[in-house]
């Protein structure tokens, strides 16, 4: 595989070169939308302010890494894992059922609290 190395970019502006509107968004919609008439409301409201608002860049990004810790008993019998995760006992039944143990023989502690992501319920590989 051969690439072209650039510069790092990640930040969005409205004069950025190479922005593009599709068509249309993956769930089928419009990408434009627009409802009720802003310059009317604005000219008949009895107090009008304009003024610009920004708010810093936001990444939905996981905090920390997906990883897990699994550690077998000293007889082999048991296994702990201790994960971030919002479905402990999803993970549980997965991991059970992938090394053919009774779902009694697997605990799950989660590691870590935070809001509820996808990937968190599901049992996804770990690289």
Known sequence: MRYEEQPHDVELRANRGGLYKPERLANGDETDSERGDVEGALA??????DHTYT?????HNPLEPHA??????????????????QGPHTIRDTVAAAFSLPPERVRVHRALRRRRLRLQIVCPPHP
């Open 44 to 49: 008949s409201a009895p107090i009008a302010l």
């Open 68 to 85: 897990t810790i699994a550690v077998w008993s000293d007889d082999g019998e048991r296994l702990t894992l201790y994960d971030s995760n």
């Open 55 to 59: 708010t810093p860049t936001e990444h």
